[in-house]
């Protein structure tokens, strides 16, 4: 089946640093998502990417998609302790039936 | 809120006994699902369902059964629990914008002992 794989799998930030993700598949991906999950919480959708190199801002993130559509990545500009969770990534299958997810990657900023 | 509530939030069961865990939904929508998440395995797809009594099998589907008998119901059964399923368990729902995004439940924490 379809696997996402997403590096790393920790990082730790001093609070003001940049932070990137990746997602990386074997397979050309129809399109791809990111969720956000703080501690104790539940996964928050985040963004959907869909074309070829597309590139999407959502205030100091950044996220986006490989022109294979074989990876993807989120970039956090100057990190907060409020981006403080696991982020991760997700692609859908077979229409919305089955969206399988990365592994994730925890996010832990030092004030 | 896109209102998903799961029940029981929090279980401590023993091994070999049967547990059920429920996710109702009030948003009618067609898609529901069920996840397990460990630490070092993120979000693990366990069953689906894409309308009344029609479900499928994920990722790690052994050891669990589903049954979707309304819309808003979808119900996830461990026939006889074994302490490898002491996880946390999401339910989420597709939503019905273009982007097809999930809201995921508040999760059930299942400890088996």
């Known amino acids: 089946g379809q696997q996402v794989m997403q590096i790393p799998q920790y990082q730790h930030v001093q609070e003001g640093e940049d932070f990137t993700t990746y997602c990386n598949s074997s397979t050309t991906l129809s399109n791809i998502q990111w969720y956000k999950q703080r501690p104790g919480g539940h996964p928050v959708f985040l963004i959907q990417?869909?074309?070829?190199?597309e590139v999407k801002k959502q205030k100091r993130l950044t996220f986006q998609f490989g022109e294979a559509k074989k990876n993807s990545s989120l970039h956090i500009t100057a990190t907060q302790t409020t981006d403080v969770g696991t982020y991760f990534c997700a692609s859908p299958s077979g229409g919305y039936q089955k969206v399988t997810f990365g592994t994730g990657t925890k996010l832990q900023v030092i004030p | 809120d896109a209102g998903i509530t799961q029940s029981p939030r929090h279980k401590v069961t023993e091994t070999g006994t049967p547990v059920t865990l429920r996710c109702h939904q009030t948003e009618n929508h067609r898609y529901m699902y069920w996840y397990r998440q460990d630490p070092g395995h993120g979000l693990r797809l366990i069953h689906y369902s894409y309308g009344v009594k029609d479900t499928d099998k994920g990722e790690v589907s052994d050891g669990y059964s589903v049954s979707r008998s309304k819309t808003e119901d979808f119900l996830l059964t461990l026939e006889s629990a074994t302490s490898s399923q002491t996880s946390v368990y999401f339910c989420?729902?597709?939503?019905?914008?273009?982007?097809?995004?999930?809201?995921f439940g508040e999760g059930s924490r299942l400890t088996v002992l």
């Open positions: 989420a729902i597709a939503g019905t914008g273009h982007t097809g995004e999930l809201f």
């Open positions: 990417l869909v074309k070829s190199g």
